[in-house]
């Protein structure tokens, strides 16, 4: 049997079997190997190549990224111009059927004004029956192509007053004139800016017209017998335009 050991194991485990070799403990202590300053200068060498490579692709990533940025705010300017052109052509047209409405609208208001009017000398008057403020009166007046009436003799007062009658007839409904005297207490312009030289006011021992001084400077007509008074420009009632024939 020994000699069978003898022959299947080496020498060393046969030592180590019999005891005559010792087990190796790790040095507790182990020695690094020196590394060498070149190659310590190799290493920092070649990181900093690669930083420096690593910085050159990010400049170029962020010149092309500005050069592609330009290029779209470019293409984003010429786009804004081209739409500003448009929208100038826009509000062009728009103005322009704006004021074609205006004007169609002006024209079918002196139509209606003439047609369903009454027609007195060179003028046409229409009554609307609608309640408006002085300047609400005369705004609408204008929009439809027309003024407020405003009678400049007793022959066109006579007649306006008795188409208002006729209209309102039997009820006794004031109508605004285009007449106030809004710049100069006690001076009466028409609302095209002449002087007032015809008067037709309520002469009354009661009520004499007019009668409000500075608070009520606005002419309003009564549709029962045609006198004129003074109102409070802001009181609302209805009121008559005039059209030129």
Known sequence: KDDWFLSQTSLPERKKARGDVPDAHPDPHPVSEPTSPVSDFENSYNYVLSRLAGVDQTIHK??????TL???????????STMDAKVLELEDSIRE????SKTNRKETGRLEGCQKGRRIGYKCYLVYNSYEDYAGASRKCLERGGRMAMPRDRKEQEALADYVK?????????????????????TYLYDDGAQVSYFQWRKHFLSSQPDGGRRENCVAMASDDGDWWDHYCDRAMNYVCEFDD
């Open 62 to 67: 962020l010149t092309v990224g500005h050069y």
């Open 70 to 80: 330009d290029v779209k705010v470019s293409q984003l300017i010429d786009r804004l």
């Open 97 to 100: 059927v704006f004021q074609h």
């Open 166 to 186: 006729a209209f309102f007839h039997p009820g006794n409904w004031p109508v605004w004139l285009g007449i106030n005297d809004l710049q100069s207490e006690g």
